[in-house]
């Protein structure tokens, strides 16, 4: 027996899996299809990480097993290649970034085929080819068409650092997700998309697919769906202020009100307000702020009254103060509140610093210590006609009355905002319009695109914050499409979001160029079958793909009203320490060592082994090793193979029993699992010192999957047909994954005395005769009498006697 060395057989079945197109998916359309996705990777220039091919592997055993089970397999990849590390290292390093990306992603590429990964090569995409990015601008045109798109003033995050607008979702904890940078808000023009205008379809077709949990719940709180009111106070001068609350049974509580500092009503009043520089100092203070760091609840609470002028409670008719303060946010609702400090946790907090007074209208909590917010239980007092009402009964009253006087509106409200959509940079997709002093924006003609990026000399943003773009005078100086004037192009680009929204499209048939893919086509392959990505992506990505493919099932582009009919997730992979892995940390472990030194099949089996999937896991080298060694061991079975085409006697419940763990393990996320299964059926083979070749040709069957380079290799030296690949996935039957005998423990008053082995489809009699038999039993039960027995079918037989 030769010995085993991945180096000479993996690269050795790489490349006939791709001389041979094994992996292609077939045009085929009367098979039933499969579509398994994975994230496409941003080649960034640090190549592979071990966390890539954690999701990489995990569908890939899905791909392989649907392949063995008879399906047209669709298992793409491809490179998210926009963005601005690429961008930030061309400029450093006075590279193109076009050269930069090329050079990343054939690293990428390389590093992903050593691993062996079924991916259908031949559909491969790239969202900074031209080609590409033709249908990117196609799909914008359409959304400006349909009004989705518009251009506004637009007080949007501002990353200090890499000196562009961020999208909320790219502002983490306060700094930009990207650098770490210093995030400030600033008011630009900014091209954004209405995301909002299909915030409510987002929500409800979550019930359409399986999504797991965490992530369903991760998207509703980000859309952020809430039920209530929008209510006038007046103020004086005639004035109104509208405010927006979910607890309008609380309004006899409101005893002051807050406007963000932004909000309009403070022009409109000028000549009231008293103390109007105060608040204009004020207001430039909060400028400096994210709203993350507005809204922490955990800050302490800041603001100015506005001398001057009151509001009215409608509900007690008190005059009540208003307030400027930065907690309240001009993005949402109507920009002002109505607070209740006796049941709100923020306006308590100012409350108490500014002395204001604090009413109870919930009976039920201690509100002189803190406010009392819970709305299940709690009887309104202090409130007027709504006294001795629960609150969901309070609730309807006071809506009933406020909209009887015409001074309420229930109101639906979400949390979502529109999507910031324009990048003052270079390496993204050129935006297609064109401004024209007399028509306006007037789109690119359709056969005129792609608008093609134009070479420049430099990419460094320019510090008033405009696109390089904006310095090649010859290319933004145009003619207007519309009526042959002069035009100015956009120079702004679209954000990295932008080409990865559709993506999944393009590979059902990625080499179209008269649509972004054919119609039959997508009848076919969509919708995806099993999607798996990371969870940073859910409120980001997940979400804006989820958005455009709903837009584009409006327009009849796509079939179905939803791209991904499952979607789950992996942890993280930390380093050794249990850290994040990074450059700086110095513990970040390179696939291609691993491979290296232990192979890619190694690799592939520890990826899986290492821990629960959804769980976040550190690396262990020790880990790695005992992979290696559970290979050695299967390579040697060769050495106890015998003759024989069926599976003997002793060992047909194991066999069933693992062929059926496995199949399920690897439909639900188990990898783990399964490979500790296919480990114990090959100690049970070790022990009894015999294989018989149906037996090791399932086992190499269900192992292909996790290590498809040795399972292949096992196939061809034995001489078994075909390449395993090409098999069919084992099955297994029901009844032979029974256990013929099953072990019984015997209690008596609740302690195991001893243990019977008994056929596993005994009846309780059978048992009970059994354990009477029993010489032990027989010592603890003498002289006294059986009062009770509780059977616990296949486990326990538990006797009581007194
Ligand atoms: C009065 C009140 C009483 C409120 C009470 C809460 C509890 P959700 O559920 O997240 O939609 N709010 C409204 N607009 C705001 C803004 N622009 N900035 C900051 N806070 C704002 O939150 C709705 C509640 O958040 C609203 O209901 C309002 O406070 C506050 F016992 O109104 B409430
Ligand atoms: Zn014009």
């Not at 259908?120 to 359409?142: A, C, G, H, M, N």
């Amino acid at each position: 027996m030769k010995e085993y060395n991945p180096k000479e057989i993996e690269k050795k079945w790489q490349d006939i899996w791709e001389e041979r197109g094994t992996f292609y998916a077939s045009d085929d359309k009367t098979k039933p299809k499969y579509y398994a996705l994975v994230e496409f990777p941003y080649p960034s220039g640090q190549g592979l990480h071990v966390g890539h091919p954690r999701s990489y592997t995990a569908l890939d055993i899905v791909a392989r097993k649907r392949r063995m089970q008879g399906y047209n397999v669709l298992y793409p990849m491809g490179w998210d290649a926009f963005g601005l590390p690429t961008e930030n290292y061309a400029i450093k390093n006075k590279i193109h970034p076009r050269i930069v990306t090329e050079r990343n992603i054939a690293r990428f590429k390389a590093q992903l085929k050593s691993i062996g990964l079924s991916f259908d090569w031949s559909r491969e995409v790239d969202t900074t080819d031209p080609k590409y990015y033709k249908w990117t601008q196609w799909i914008f045109l359409k959304l400006f068409e349909k009004g989705l798109a518009y251009k506004k003033e637009a007080s949007i995050n501002w990353c200090t650092a890499c000196k562009i607008g961020l999208a909320n979702e790219e502002v983490v904890n306060g700094v930009c997700e990207r650098c770490g940078g210093e995030v400030v808000r600033k008011v630009k023009n900014q091209w954004m998309l209405k995301i909002t205008e299909y915030a409510e379809r987002l929500i409800q077709d979550l019930q359409l697919v399986d999504y797991i949990e965490r992530v369903k719940i991760q998207q509703e709180n980000w859309i952020g769906r809430s039920t209530g009111m929008e209510i006038d106070f007046a103020v004086t001068g005639g004035k109104q202020i509208k405010v927006y609350t979910t607890r309008p049974d609380t309004l006899f509580g409101a005893t002051y009100m807050v406007i963000a500092p932004e909000h309009p009503l403070i022009d409109e009043l000028k000549d009231f307000v008293a103390n109007l520089d105060e608040i204009e100092a004020y207001k430039e203070q909060a400028n400096k702020k994210s709203d993350f760091e507005r809204t922490e609840l955990a800050k302490e609470k800041t603001g100015v009254e506005i001398k001057g002028i009151k509001a009215v409670n409608p509900a007690t008719e008190k005059e009540i103060p208003i307030f400027v303060s930065d907690y309240v946010l001009m993005s949402y609702g109507t920009g002002a509140i109505m607070a209740v400090p006796g049941h709100d946790t923020r306006d308590w907090e100012f409350a108490k610093k500014f002395n204001l007074p604090i009413v109870e209208v919930v009976a039920g909590g201690n509100i002189e210590e803190a406010a009392y917010t819970d709305t299940e239980n709690g009887i309104m007092v202090n409130s007027g006609f709504l006294n001795g009402l629960e609150v969901k009964e309070a609730k309807e009253k006071i809506s009933d009355w406020l909209e009887e006087k015409g001074i309420g509106k229930r109101k639906v409200n979400f949390k979502l905002r529109d999507w910031v959509f324009s990048r003052q940079r270079y390496w993204g997709e050129p935006i297609p319009l064109i401004y024209c002093e007399k028509c306006g924006w007037v789109p690119v003609p359709e056969e005129e695109l792609p608008v093609v990026l134009p070479e420049v000399e430099s990419y460094e943003p320019t510090d008033t914050g405009e696109s390089p773009l904006a310095n090649i005078r010859e290319w933004v100086e145009t003619t207007c499409p519309k009526c042959g004037g002069k035009g100015e192009r956009e120079t702004d680009t679209m954000p990295q979001w932008a080409g990865s929204s559709w993506y999944f499209l393009r590979y059902t048939d990625p080499h179209n160029d008269k649509e972004l893919a054919s119609k039959e086509n997508l009848d076919y392959w969509l919708p995806i079958d099993w999607y798996n990505g990371g969870m940073e992506h859910t409120t980001l990505h997940l979400l804006y793909s989820r958005f455009w493919h709903k837009f584009l099932y409006d327009c009849g582009v796509v079939p179905t009203p939803e791209p991904y009919q499952k979607r789950t997730s992996h942890g993280m992979i930390l380093g050794e320490n249990s850290e994040k892995m990074s450059k700086s940390r110095g513990n970040v472990v390179n696939p291609d060592e691993i491979i290296e030194e232990y192979g890619a099949d190694t690799l592939r089996v520890y990826e899986m082994f290492i821990g629960d999937f959804e769980k976040s896991v550190p690396w262990s080298q020790n880990g790695i090793k005992g992979c290696r060694r559970f290979l050695d061991r299967v390579w040697k079975l060769q050495s106890i193979l015998t003759d024989g085409d069926a599976f003997s006697k002793e060992l047909e419940t194991s066999l069933h029993k693992t062929i059926k763990k496995v199949s399920e393990d690897f439909e639900n996320l188990k990898f783990n699992t399964a490979i500790a299964a296919l480990m114990s059926l090959l100690n049970e083979f070790n022990d009894r010192g015999q294989i018989h070749r149906a037996e090791f040709k399932t086992f190499l069957m269900l192992l292909n999957p996790i290590a498809p380079h040795i399972t292949e290799e096992l196939w061809q030296i034995n001489g078994y047909e075909g390449m395993i690949a090409e098999q069919s996935w084992p099955r297994w039957d029901e009844e032979k994954t029974k256990d013929a005998m099953v072990e019984i423990a015997v209690q008596v008053n609740g302690k195991v005395r001893a243990a019977i082995v008994i056929p596993a489809e005994a009846s309780q009699e059978d048992v009970k005769k059994k354990a009477l038999e029993d010489e032990k039993i027989i010592c603890f039960i003498q002289g006294k009498n059986i009062v009770k027995e509780i059977y616990v079918p296949g486990k326990i037989y538990n006797i009581v006697v007194k």
